[in-house]
């Protein structure tokens, strides 16, 4: 199947510092990615649609100058988490889409962010 | 309101036994998808089987089935002859009308294979 990665998978910050993970389609291009987020215990909660070329489409409540997204190439996108604070710790997954219906979406193997 | 709703916090099963994990989900969309990911305590997302909502079977693949009862709205995963790999976290997930792109998940349910 595809294989999406991201990088890294592990990160410990200091509060006020930013950290960017990335998200690579490996085998196939991906014109759109997702951004979730993941508290213990809990399920995934969308943080935003990323799409090639354009700007990100955040869900409600998701504050777009904290948590920025570049989706420059089809086959990265990033997510940058701006002045981290601990609260902000969290387990952050993307996927990406395999074609137009969305019936397809690989995800990656997570990156775990904590913040000190 | 919750779109997918998964009841079963946690389930225990010996091995070799099947074991279904329910999910309900709402929406006033004719066209949707249903989907199962497990995730295991790595923390990936594995996808395990996908059933649309115009489809007339229900969806198989492996020992995975997915018991799709339009009328109730539910969208149960019923894994044959479990194994102690099976252990794992199961979301239910849906996405609405077509084309449409994002997934919303269950709460989840833990599903742990006893020897």
């Known amino acids: 199947g595809a294989v999406v990665s991201q990088h890294p998978s592990r990160v410990i910050c200091k509060s006020g510092t930013s950290v960017k993970i990335e998200c690579r389609s490996l085998?196939?291009?991906?014109?759109?990615m997702f951004w979730y987020r993941q508290f213990p215990k809990k399920s995934l909660m969308l943080m935003a649609t990323s799409n090639e070329g354009s700007k990100a489409t955040y869900e409600q409540g998701v504050e777009k100058d904290k948590f920025l997204i570049n989706h420059a190439s089809l086959t990265l996108s990033t997510l940058t988490v701006t002045s981290a604070h601990p609260e902000d710790s969290s387990f952050y997954i993307c996927?990406?889409?395999?074609?137009?219906?969305?019936?397809?979406?690989?995800f990656g193997p997570g990156t775990r962010l904590t913040v000190l | 309101a919750q779109k997918i709703t998964q009841t079963q916090p946690g389930m225990f099963v010996q091995e070799k036994e099947a074991v279904t994990l329910d999910c309900t989900y709402d929406t006033s969309d004719p066209s949707y998808g249903l989907f199962w990911y497990k995730q295991p305590s790595s923390g990936e997302m594995i996808f395990l089987i996908y059933?649309?909502?115009?489809?007339?079977q229900n969806a198989t693949e492996g020992r995975y089935s997915l018991n799709f009862q339009k009328a109730r709205k539910s969208a149960n995963l019923v894994i044959s002859a479990s194994q102690l790999g099976d252990s794992a976290m199961y979301f239910c997930a849906m996405r609405e009308g077509p084309g449409a792109q994002k997934l919303v998940f269950g709460q989840g349910t833990r599903l742990t294979i006893n020897p």
């Open positions: 996927s990406a889409r395999i074609g137009p219906d969305g019936n397809s979406q690989y």
């Open positions: 059933q649309g909502s115009y489809d007339q």
């Open positions: 085998d196939f291009q991906a014109t759109t």
